[in-house]
Structure formats: C-alpha cells, structure tokens
T-cell receptor, first 117, second 115 residues
Framework: DTGVSQDPRHKITKRGQNVTFRCDPISEHNRLYWYRQTLGQGPEFLTYFQNEAQLEKSRLLSDRFSAERPKGSFSTLEIQRTEQGDSAMYLC???????????????FGSGTQLSVL | AQSVTQLGSHVSVSEGALVLLRCNYSSSVPPYLFWYVQYPNQGLQLLLKYTSAATLVKGINGFEAEFKKSETSFHLTKPSAHMSDAAEYFCAVSGEGYNFNKFYFGSGTKLNVKP
C-alpha cells in the first residue's frame, strides 16, 4: 500500500492555458474523490467516481473542468482556459467502499498546488 | 444538509497545555464525524473518527474527541500540547446515504504551540 499519489506536486501556469493533474488511488479502492482547497479554507468537494463512473459533480465544477477515470484506476482532472481564481490545492482521495474495510474513511494524497499567473 | 462549523480559525497554546479545538456539526442523519490534520504542503491525515460506536473516540498522537449529540459537537482535545502538534486541523462530517464518504469540511483551525 503506497498511499494515494498525485502528480505533479506543483504547477505554475499562465492564465488561459490548460492543465491536467493525475491521481493514483490506493489500488483496491474503488471510490475516488477530487477536492479543492483554497487558502484559509477547508477542502471543498468537486467530484467523485465509483470505479469508472462519475457519480456526482459539484456546482463548483464549471464546464472548464473535466475529470475522468477511464479504467477505474487512476484519474485525471483537466482545467481548460485557466483563470487566476483556479489557483488552489487540488486534493485527491480514495476509499474502499466495501463494508468493513474502512469504507467510511477517505485517504488523501499530498495534493497538487496550482498557481495561475 | 450536512455542514461543519469550526470555532476559532487560530488557536495558540503553550507547550504542555491543554488543546481544545471546537467543532459543531449539522446533519440530517446520524453522522460520521472525523478530525483530520494537515501539515504544511501536505495532504490530510486522519486523526480519529466517530462512527456511532463509543462517544469518546481516541485517535493518534494522544488526541481524542467526544461526540455530544445534544450539543451537536465533536470537539478535539489533547491533554498536553507538543511542539509537533502545530498544524491545521479540520473537522468533517459525512454525507447522507450512498454518499456517506463524501465529506463536508470545516474551514480549519490552525494550532500554534508556543515553547
């Protein structure tokens, strides 16, 4: 169990550029979550997957944001035409979602810090 | 609807003093409640969780929290603060039904420990 890994750790981009982040969950976990955390705030839910199915998207997720989990393993979060307001820490988390296997817990990665100049 | 309020965005204590971080929740169903800790430039690490068993929950690093339904509270305590406890702490409540592990976080409390 290597934990949840996210890549890159830091991303600096210019306004208007597209960026993509990757998350590799813990291998047997079938639920994967994306959260966004801005300075001085707690994480806010963006979207989550059960295996490859995207089950819910927050209203925070504008049409410039898209997330995929094509084979139910790793996930990508893409932001198109980035804006300065997108600057934040993007956190990925996974959960087993099987009864009796810590299914109520979320295991977080270290996050990707995005800075939009 | 699920929500969490953390009272006090910054708390400062002396090393060896009691730590008390406050969390009140709102939930339309019996909640699962969590405390996470975040060190600078790191993700969130689970400290402890309440899932309807014992109301006094013990976690890692000497922290504990007590679920009080009548007060809708889940305050985090530690009898004696250590310098290494300086971090940001987040309280979270679970979602409803099938979304039980979609969490709602408070805005966090930064704990400063003075020597």
């Amino acid at each position: 169990d290597t934990g949840v890994s996210q890549d890159p750790r830091h991303k600096i981009t210019k306004r208007g550029q597209n960026v993509t982040f990757r998350c590799d969950p813990i291998s047997e976990h079938n639920r994967l979550y994306w959260y966004r955390q801005t300075l001085g705030q707690g994480p806010e839910f963006l979207t989550y997957f059960q295996n490859e199915a995207q089950l819910e998207k927050s209203r925070l997720l504008s049409d410039r944001f898209s997330a995929e989990r094509p084979k139910g393993s790793f996930s990508t979060l893409e932001i198109q035409r980035t804006e300065q307001g997108d600057s934040a820490m993007y956190l990925c988390a996974s959960s087993p979602h099987d009864y009796g296997k810590d299914n109520e817990k979320l295991f977080f990665g270290s996050g990707t810090q995005l800075s939009v100049l | 609807a699920q929500s969490v309020t953390q009272l006090g965005s910054h708390v400062s204590v002396s090393e060896g003093a009691l730590v008390l971080l406050r969390c009140n929740y709102s939930s339309s169903v019996p909640p699962y409640l969590f405390w996470y800790v975040q060190y600078p430039n790191q993700g969130l690490q689970l400290l402890l969780k309440y899932t309807s068993a014992a109301t006094l929950v013990k976690g890692i690093n000497g922290f504990e929290a007590e679920f009080k339904k009548s007060e809708t509270s889940f305050h985090l305590t530690k009898p004696s603060a250590h310098m290494s406890d300086a971090a940001e702490y987040f309280c979270a409540v679970s979602g409803e039904g099938y979304n039980f592990n979609k969490f709602y976080f408070g805005s966090g409390t930064k704990l400063n420990v003075k020597p």
